[in-house]
């Protein structure tokens, strides 16, 4: 069973470009988290969504961030018109239920860098 | 402050030492969980704790956990280089689903 697949791993544009980051949960998972990670700091939630369902997106800026989870197809957050503070780490974390009670797994992060 | 501040900052060991982590929140948890980040890798789950739990042991793990003092604490027990890494305490806040992180304890086992 293959873990929770993120890519590309590593993401560079400039400044202005939209940037689209992908997660495929673990098989049989319906819940997907992502979270962003700045240097020296440990993780912030953004949004929680089910298949096509945002559940929670309370820690997702309201502008130039999106987020989806279509009902075929990886889980996607898009970065529009990317700027220098937007460079991070995001992770993608998937569970089979909702989160509580049970573990979060977490895929290997996309790294965005901004020029 | 946030939910999840660990202490110490970063700890040193020797191999085959004990290395103990802590971790203070603020508000009511379902349950608390550790997680392990190698340099620029993803986190890896430890263990789970929750609130109606004490204390709970995986290998060389042991989590214990002090809802009255909104406390929980990691030990590693006879450590190996290979432990090294960030060591971060994630909060539910109540929530189920949306966990809050500290900044995390980098453990350095010296071989």
């Known amino acids: 069973n293959a873990g929770v697949m993120q890519n590309p791993r590593h993401l560079v544009r400039r400044r202005g470009q939209e940037a689209r980051l992908r997660c495929s949960p673990m098989k049989g998972h319906s819940h997907v988290y992502w979270y962003r990670q700045l240097p020296e700091e440990g993780l912030k939630f953004m949004v929680y969504l089910q298949k096509e369902n945002i559940i929670d997106e309370s820690g997702m800026p309201k502008e130039r961030f999106s987020a989806e989870f279509p009902k075929e197809g990886p889980s996607i957050l898009r970065i529009q018109q990317v700027v220098r503070g937007d460079s991070a780490a995001y992770f993608c974390?998937?569970?089979?239920?909702?989160?509580?009670?049970?573990?979060?797994?977490f895929g290997p992060g996309t790294r965005l860098t901004v020029l | 402050s946030q939910q999840g501040e660990e202490d110490p900052q970063a700890l040193s060991i020797q191999e085959g030492e004990n290395a103990t982590m802590n971790c203070s929140y603020k508000t009511s948890i379902n349950n608390l969980q550790w997680y392990r980040q190698n340099s620029g890798r993803g986190l890896v789950h430890l263990i789970l704790?929750?609130?109606?739990?004490r204390e709970k042991h995986s290998g060389r793990l042991r989590v214990t956990l002090d809802t009255s003092k909104k406390s929980s604490s990691l030990l590693i027990t006879a450590s190996r280089a290979a432990d090294t890494a960030s060591y971060f305490c994630?909060?539910?806040?109540?929530?189920?689903?949306?966990?809050?992180f500290g900044k995390g304890t980098l453990l350095t086992v010296n071989p």
């Open positions: 704790i929750r609130s109606n739990e």
């Open positions: 994630a909060t539910d806040g109540g929530s189920n689903y949306k966990l809050t």
């Open positions: 974390a998937s569970s089979p239920r909702e989160g509580g009670g049970h573990e979060q797994f």
